[in-house]
């Protein structure tokens, strides 16, 4: 059973955090639902709105069991798309969805060596797990091409308590706010978190 309350407040290291996902997997996608959780459509409306040239190579992070994945392949019918997670089990399920041309087991702090570079990357769902946001930045800057994109969501209560607006001031020169949302319920239907917890989106543009 999964104590959503423990999703607030932080699972613990690594570990701990790929095992809570590896035992959730199974049951992740009909949770979510349930949850009425928006943030993969609400992300690809605003991909839509502010991205006028079709990414040829996508790089989704934390993509989970592909729930955004599977948003992504809608719009994107002709895109390479490729992701990374921590959950094994996740990725499995990720993979049978046939949205990715290949799912490594990875964490995104920590850089990982691709052959290619990419015109967008998304990670959604997932910055509350970000502890160090110089490795991130610094990961997504080299994954992207000049001119690509980064979208993201976060939550509003972690936005203020790191002074979040300090570092997408200040953690990468080369990455560029393009747009921020407004406030967004995040998980409606459940319990803990309804209206008290929100998120934003966040577009960024590689220089």
């Known amino acids: 059973m999964i104590k959503s309350k423990s999703l607030i407040n932080g699972i613990g290291n690594i570990a701990k955090t790929r095992k809570y996902y590896d035992d959730w997997a199974p049951n992740y996608d009909l949770t979510l639902k349930n949850w009425n959780y928006q943030a993969p459509k609400k992300s690809i409306n605003l991909l839509k709105k502010k991205i006028t040239k079709k990414p040829k190579y996508i790089l989704d992070l934390a993509c989970g069991t592909g729930l955004f994945g599977k948003e992504l392949r809608k719009i994107y019918k002709k895109s390479n798309i490729y992701g990374s997670d921590i959950s094994m089990k996740s990725i499995k399920i990720a993979l049978k969805r046939n949205i990715y041309e290949n799912v490594v087991k990875n964490n995104f702090e920590i850089k990982y060596n691709y052959k290619i570079k990419f015109n967008l990357v998304s990670m959604i769902g997932a910055m509350t797990y970000c502890k ?76």
């Open 132 to 207: 160090n946001f110089n490795n991130l930045f610094s990961n997504i800057n080299y994954y992207l091409h000049k001119n690509g994109y980064f979208i993201f969501s976060h939550r509003i209560d972690l936005w203020e308590k790191q002074d979040f607006d300090y570092i997408l001031k200040h953690i990468n020169k080369n990455l560029k706010v393009l747009y921020v949302s407004k406030p967004y319920k995040y998980l409606p239907l459940n319990k803990d978190f309804k209206n008290i917890i929100k998120i934003r989106l966040v577009l960024l543009k590689k220089a």
